[in-house]
């Protein structure tokens, strides 16, 4: 996982969530330079204040994922922090799986909220994986 900020948060947030070992899968971006590459989405207007945030809301609600965002909330909220640079608070991530140079995967965030199907993401990981063929 790639996150903007600096390293010290990032451990910082592994510690938090209680992920095991999680400081060997988070890589800290305090430049935002991979956000800048992918061109990833960014802005208020642009993610905030999205039509495509209050759908993404009214979906999990309506799918029955109030269970996981009231989870993810209460974490949230004892793991805060301001970014390294101002404007890096309303840039939106993505998903993406890499094999070598190929892009297997690819789901840019559309707005707060709007993330990629995580079944679908660990499925064609799994299946690029060099795991699957042991």
Same mark, same amino acid.
């Given at each position: ?9 990032? =451990? &910082?947030?592994? $510690?938090? *969530? ?7 899968? !988070?890589?800290?971006?305090? @430049?935002? /330079? ?32 109030? =269970? &996981?965002?009231? $989870?993810? *909330? ?7 922090? !301001?970014?390294?640079?101002? @404007?890096? /608070? ?36 799994? $299946? ?7």
């Amino acid at each position: 996982m790639v996150g903007i900020g600096k390293p010290s948060v990032g =451990k &910082e947030l592994v $510690e938090h *969530l209680g992920i095991p070992n999680g400081e060997q899968f !988070i890589f800290a971006d305090p @430049e935002n /330079a991979l956000y800048d590459d992918l061109d990833l989405n960014r802005g208020v207007a642009t993610t905030f204040f999205s039509p495509a945030t209050p759908y993404a809301i009214r979906d999990r609600l309506w799918n029955g994922d109030t =269970k &996981e965002i009231g $989870e993810v *909330l209460q974490k949230w909220s004892k793991a805060f922090y !301001i970014p390294p640079k101002r @404007e890096q /608070a309303f840039n939106q991530g993505g998903t993406f799986i890499f094999r070598g140079y190929d892009t297997i995967y690819a789901h840019y965030d559309e707005a707060t909220g709007a993330h990629a199907d995580i079944t679908k993401v660990i499925r064609l990981a799994v $299946e690029t994986s060099d795991l699957k063929k042991n």
